[in-house]
């Protein structure tokens, strides 16, 4: 790092223009509404960007152009794949669009989600992704005041106004509840991460339990174990389910993660999946496939998601017409994890 | 969304200091160095805050403060876990202080890469967390000329100078490659990401050449297959290098991703691990525990790489003197993927 003294002067707005012989009108242009400048002005004022090392004062910059082209997401945690693939999905399409992604992981925690939505519209988010619907009002008091466009992604609720793009998580954790009892499974266990400000826990939940009750099993027998999302905390909850006087002949699991958990515990105590054992997921990441057995779970197509998140935001930053939401399909992955109770 | 005729006034910090009956320095004290007000007047301002909800006028603060209290991370790759966990326990550390954590996902491009620092910049990062040393003179010339306080992570290299927090990546993979060896193989293939522009994985590969070498082997026998990050790529290059003439009795990976697509295509192929073929990773990222058998990696510290990388950042945002470079210990654990030529 240099010292203060030997630090060169910051170049300006001004120096930029000197450099590329145009205005600083044009260079303003060039940084605040590229498509509105020629391709070959364009190139040589970046080129005197970068050559100097110019960087828009964004206090300025933003007050000048109310627009950024940064966005932000903030994702309950960037430690395990849940998110990853649509999150990926979404940067790459925002890219393509010249806009930048910052993205910010709360840990599952409402009140660092709140900090962070905070700290990404003080630095200038143009649009915010969340993840579901659960949060304090004053969340969306606080964007919509500022009028920033928001969407939530891995939630469709036909019952919620706000705009969102994703599925149903009840529904289709009941479809996939629902082949599981058709093979013939009466008694069940089920891994939840917390429910409490997660809404598509919830929801998942909710879906078993409405298709124990649509055939004739009672919801109540459900043996339920909430723990953290981690293939460790996965394989400690299935030992514990398993270790019931009664145990089940099949354990759903809210996401993957705790399935693939689930599996590894099984092999270790010595249970076949799924002839001892049926177990499945939920999301269809990438590690449902690379344990043995294969992980049976719903297919969430997360990378279309991510993709048009970023297509709707970008709308909606572009003061285009507000984009209704979307609902997309899932389907079951059948893998080697589900059979019939033998 | 509001339209606008219905929006609110936006609250000013004037709206806040009235409020909670304080002065507008306070407010802005509380808001830019709270330890420098008691507890009771910051809890009442910030109150206020949320109340109000009231963001800091970034480019007011950001001039008036000199400290944001955001610092950005630039990471290759966000869909894969090879970052996760050092990048958690980076961003856990960081909340603990106050500081909020910003990712970009560069997508292994060093165009895009220079994008994000400077976006981060530009969005009033007071620190940034690189992954490596390899990137344009240029970045580091915008960083120094601004004063942002910058550290490498995943990397340590005792002939540079810029301050970097990891393991020596060589010397790594030459203890694995050894191991390999000692059991005696002879004929080795090695599955590598693109190694232009990524220090970690040229390192990586120059130490498995090293490790033949020394044991009299001729590296220019080893086979490489040069491909992207995932399980995918990790298979499809295993499929070929097992497709050789002569196949080489262990496959080396440049990372545990890569390993995991190994193994699993090695099955695909009836191929038993390690009986027919040895199988080897580096990172030791929870997936290679999952896969079965169990990948032999090299262990990284990627929690302590992580929180110690927010501690020496910490340091320099804070004005105390510049850390030294720190060097991680790894070392190699042992699994079932590994075992004698048979």
Same mark, same amino acid.
């Not at 905390?233 to 270790?243: H, S, Y």
């Given at each position: 790092?240099?010292?203060?003294?030997?630090?060169?002067?910051? @170049?300006?707005?001004?120096?930029?223009?000197?450099? *590329?012989?145009? *205005?600083?009108?044009?260079?303003?242009?060039?940084?605040?509404? +590229?498509?509105?400048? *020629?391709?070959?002005?364009?190139?040589?004022?970046?080129?005197?960007?970068?050559?100097?090392?110019?960087?828009?004062?964004?206090?300025?910059?933003?007050?000048?152009?109310?627009?950024?082209?940064?966005?932000?997401?903030?994702?309950?945690?960037?430690?395990?794949? %849940?998110?990853?693939?649509?999150?990926?999905?979404?940067?790459?399409?925002?890219?393509?669009?010249?806009?930048?992604?910052?993205?910010?992981?709360?840990?599952?925690? @409402?009140?660092?989600?709140?900090?962070?939505?905070?700290?990404?519209?003080?630095?200038?988010?143009?649009?915010?992704?969340?993840?579901?619907?659960?949060?304090?009002?004053?969340?969306?008091?606080?964007?919509?005041?500022?009028?920033?466009?928001?969407?939530?992604?891995?939630?469709?609720?036909?019952?919620?106004?706000?705009?969102?793009?994703?599925?149903?998580?009840?529904?289709?954790?009941?479809?996939?509840?629902?082949?599981?009892?058709?093979?013939?499974?009466?008694?069940?266990?089920?891994?939840?991460?917390?429910?409490?400000?997660?809404?598509?826990?919830?929801?998942?939940?909710?879906?078993?339990?409405?298709?124990?009750?649509?055939?004739?099993?009672? +919801?109540?027998?459900?043996?339920?174990?909430?723990?953290?999302?981690?293939?460790?905390?996965?394989?400690?909850?299935?030992?514990?389910?398993?270790?019931?006087?009664?145990?089940?002949?099949?354990?759903?699991?809210?996401? #993957?993660?705790?399935?693939?958990?689930?599996?590894?515990?099984?092999?270790?105590?010595?249970?076949?999946?799924?002839? #001892?054992?049926?177990?499945?997921?939920? #999301? #269809?990441? *990438?590690?449902?496939?690379?344990?043995?057995?294969?992980?049976?779970?719903?297919?969430?197509?997360?990378?279309?998601?991510?993709?048009?998140?970023?297509?709707?935001?970008?709308?909606?930053?572009?003061?285009?017409?507000? +984009?209704?939401?979307?609902?997309?399909?899932?389907? %079951?992955?059948?893998?080697?994890?589900?059979? @019939?109770?033998?």
């Amino acid at each position: 790092m240099l010292k203060k003294d030997e630090m060169p002067s910051i @170049p300006t707005l001004e120096d930029v223009a000197r450099a *590329s012989g145009v *205005s600083t009108a044009t260079v303003s242009r060039c940084l605040n509404a +590229p498509d509105r400048v *020629s391709e070959k002005t364009r190139k040589r004022v970046m080129k005197a960007v970068q050559d100097l090392g110019y960087a828009p004062n964004f206090g300025a910059q933003a007050l000048a152009a109310k627009r950024t082209n940064t966005f932000g997401a903030v994702i309950p945690t960037i430690e395990n794949a %849940i998110f990853a693939r649509g999150l990926q999905a979404f940067g790459e399409e925002l890219h393509r669009a010249g806009v930048t992604l910052l993205v910010a992981s709360s840990s599952y925690d @409402p009140a660092r989600e709140e900090e962070q939505i905070r700290a990404l519209v003080a630095r200038g988010a143009d649009g915010l992704l969340l993840i579901g619907h659960d949060r304090h009002e004053r969340c969306y008091d606080f964007l919509e005041r500022r009028q920033i466009p928001h969407i939530a992604a891995w939630v469709y609720d036909s019952g919620c106004d706000r705009l969102a793009i994703g599925f149903d998580n009840r529904e289709a954790m009941t479809a996939l509840a629902s082949e599981v009892i058709g093979l013939g499974h009466r008694r069940l266990g089920y891994i939840t991460a917390e429910i409490v400000g997660n809404d598509r826990a919830r929801a998942r939940l909710e879906g078993v339990k409405a298709a124990m009750a649509e055939h004739g099993l009672d +919801p109540d027998t459900l043996i339920v174990r909430g723990t953290e999302y981690s293939f460790q905390e996965g394989a400690d909850a299935f030992a514990e389910i398993m270790a019931q006087p009664n145990p089940p002949t099949a354990v759903l699991c809210g996401n #993957d993660v705790l399935a693939v958990g689930a599996v590894k515990q099984a092999l270790n105590l010595g249970l076949r999946v799924p002839q #001892d054992v049926s177990i499945t997921g939920f #999301d #269809d990441i *990438s590690v449902a496939d690379i344990v043995t057995p294969g992980l049976t779970t719903v297919h969430v197509p997360h990378w279309e998601m991510g993709a048009r998140a970023a297509q709707m935001l970008l709308q909606l930053r572009n003061g285009e017409d507000r +984009p209704d939401s979307v609902r997309l399909d899932t389907y %079951i992955a059948r893998r080697g994890s589900l059979g @019939p109770p033998s």
